[in-house]
């Protein structure tokens, strides 16, 4: 089968074109940017790429177009497809017809961490000698690699509640049919196509509709929305997590993130010592174990599995060091998610100083849905860096409330200017954006490296 994908320089699709060449089809593909390092990964494995949407793609008459939700209507190369009637797919539907049919799925949705939790995942399964199949919106360190076939039975999918395509506005995690299915956390996001926090529940309820009675919903103890969702109806099986009281059945920590007991209630039933922080890690580890267990995996083997976690690239990344002065890259973007980053540094470092320096890129921080909570989000930190970008609204004065603790800039080169002159020896300096930041990271190496003067 010949396969031609719009938008294969995504994260998603790009993992899905990696899957379809390793199954034997031929692939290409084009984007309105093909760039490194996604571009250097496909051409590697023979991927044909092509620069833009022309029209005249159309004549490479693939068997199916694969269409990302990158693509809207006008984009010439979609408007010829329809124009002449040819096959065309989302690639959830092509991954879910093609590759996850008759595997059992292991599906990890939520607002925050389902990057790190699907990696979490797929180590566990594979150190248990079970070869899983992956897709995952990251590189995970112990991978290397995005996503793979995988000749085992299980197959770990990253579950992203943003919607399929401009011909299917439901959520990706519907196409999966997972047999397991990790609910990590609900909150608001993507303000540009949902509406408000019920309309994401809703899609979450599609999700849950999905599992069969014999299936597992590894679900969040702590998170209301989520228990609305449950709420709703319920067919499977759930296993909560993060359970605050000894519930009977619920799986909890005890201990710090990096050192800490696995609970089933009262009884300790694996350990885990790793590298990591944060009680987001601590707790992505708990929804990791627990849907390792639905395919025979014990929460002990599964603990001890994560000694071994190498985490995933841009999660706490540490891209350089300078006279004491660490730089790290996180991809944290959501309120909740940067605050809880800091926290993670925090817990790890002690009374040393984090400069908090972040990029309000995403769709739903640009419409300034969250940007009264960027207060709160970094109030561990002592002192922030924001840039201001063409987001509609006025970063200065959604910091105002920081006082002289948040310091705001137009441009990469200004806030690099800006953090530099208040650096010293000792501090950290933890940069956050879902994007590339300008090179912001680099940047600032090679301004501490840089002779004063």
């Known amino acids: ?17 990696a899957i379809a060449r390793e199954a034997g089809h031929r692939v290409t593909g084009c984007d309105a940017h093909v760039y490194p390092p996604m571009s250097d990964q496909l051409r590697a494995l023979d991927i044909d790429l092509i620069e833009g949407w022309g029209a005249d793609q159309a004549a490479l008459a693939p068997d199916v177009f694969v269409i990302g939700n990158v693509v809207t209507r006008g984009n010439p190369l979609m408007e ?16 879910a017809e093609q590759v996850l049919f008759g595997r059992h799925v292991l599906a990890v949705a939520g607002t925050h961490g389902k990057t790190g939790t699907t990696s979490m995942l797929a180590w566990i399964l594979e150190s248990a000698g079970l070869k899983p199949g992956f897709l995952v919106g990251g590189v995970p360190l112990n991978f290397g ?11 770990v999918i990253e579950a992203d509640e943003y919607d399929t395509a401009l011909f299917d ?5 519907v196409h999966y049919r997972p047999r397991t299915a990790i609910l990590n956390n609900l909150e ?13 529940e809703t899609q979450f309820h599609h999700l849950v509709r999905t ?12 998170d209301e929305a989520l228990q609305r969702v449950l709420q709703r109806g319920c067919w499977s099986d759930v296993l909560r997590f993060g359970t605050r009281r000894e519930e009977p059945g619920g799986l909890c920590a005890r201990g710090e993130p990096h050192a800490f007991d696995v609970l089933r209630g009262s009884l300790k039933i694996g350990r885990v010592e790793w590298s990591l922080t944060g009680e987001h890690n601590q707790m992505n580890a708990l929804a ?20 071994g976690f190498l985490n995933v690239r841009r999660r706490m990344e540490l891209r350089g060091e300078v006279d004491g002065i660490r730089v790290y890259d996180d991809f944290a973007h959501h309120p909740t998610a940067m605050r809880s980053t800091v926290n993670g540094l925090r817990r790890r470092i002690g009374s040393a100083r984090i400069l908090a320096v972040f990029e309000p890129r995403s769709n739903t921080m640009k419409l300034g849905s969250m940007k009264a909570q960027l207060p709160w989000a970094l ?25 002289h603790l948040a310091v705001v800039a137009d441009s990469v080169d200004a806030l690099v200017g800006q953090i530099v002159k208040v650096v010293r020896p000792g501090d950290h300096i933890l940069c956050m954006s879902n994007g590339a930041f300008g090179g912001i990271h680099d940047r600032l190496l090679q301004a501490l490296k840089a002779p004063a003067g």
């Open 1 to 17: 089968m010949h396969l031609h994908i719009l938008g294969i320089c995504g994260t998603f699709m790009g993992g899905l074109a």
């Open 80 to 95: 010829a497809i329809l124009d002449a009637g040819a096959a065309y797919t989302s690639g959830p539907q092509w991954l």
């Open 145 to 155: 690699i995005s996503a793979r076939l995988g000749p085992g039975k299980p197959f």
């Open 169 to 173: 506005k439901r959520s990706k995690f």
């Open 188 to 200: 608001f996001d993507h303000a540009d196509i949902f509406a408000d926090l019920g309309a994401i």
């Open 211 to 222: 599992v069969p009675s014999s299936g597992r919903l590894v679900v969040n103890a702590r």
């Open 288 to 307: 990791a174990i627990g849907a390792a267990e639905h395919v025979g995996v014990s929460p002990e083997d599964a603990a001890a599995a994560l000694a």
């Open 379 to 403: 109030e561990e930190a002592d002192l922030s860096f924001c840039l201001q970008g063409h987001y509609g609204w006025n970063a200065r004065d959604a910091l105002a409330p920081m006082g």
